[in-house]
């Protein structure tokens, strides 16, 4: 992060994307969600972060749990995008990259091989990212 403002073209494309597969996937944002996940962006301390991702996490799968049964994996894949959008945005990229490779895992797991390949350009959309064990 030596260049901060060399990242923000990323950052917004990362988050763009991860916002626009989630929305393919089924998920969409409620306005409390939105909410949780701007503030989470500006929480002052991590305690005060945990407690907000948990929250947006809870909200998220009731969101989840509206879709119909065969769109589940998808939501829940989604939720975890979702989320990983919100470690992105907090520069917590380990734990980015830690939710993107669940995601992935996820997907492999249920033959949406697909959408593994989707997110795998969204890791590599940002050469830092870029882990061929992912």
């Known amino acids: 992060m030596s260049d901060p403002e060399g990242e923000v073209p990323d950052k917004i494309q990362t ?9 393919e996937l089924g998920f969409k944002e409620t306005p409390d969600l939105t909410k ?3 503030a989470l962006k500006s929480a002052d ?4 972060f ?13 969101v989840v749990d509206m879709l119909h049964n065969k769109n589940r ?4 894949i989604a939720l975890i995008l979702a989320s990983a ?7 917590m990229y380990e734990d980015f990259r830690e939710a993107l490779g669940d995601a992935m895992l996820y997907a492999i797991n249920i033959g949406y091989i697909d959408l ?4 795998r350009d ?4 940002n050469p830092k990212f870029t882990n061929p064990d992912l």
């Open 85 to 91: 959008g919100i470690y992105y945005s907090r520069g």
């Open 15 to 23: 988050e763009v994307l991860l916002q626009a597969l989630a929305e």
């Open 73 to 76: 994996p998808k939501g829940q």
């Open 45 to 48: 301390s991590f305690g005060d």
């Open 50 to 62: 945990v407690a907000g991702l948990r929250e947006y996490q809870r909200s998220g799968e009731a």
């Open 36 to 38: 949780y996940r701007q």
């Open 116 to 119: 593994e390949d989707k997110i």
């Open 122 to 125: 969204i890791l590599s959309c």
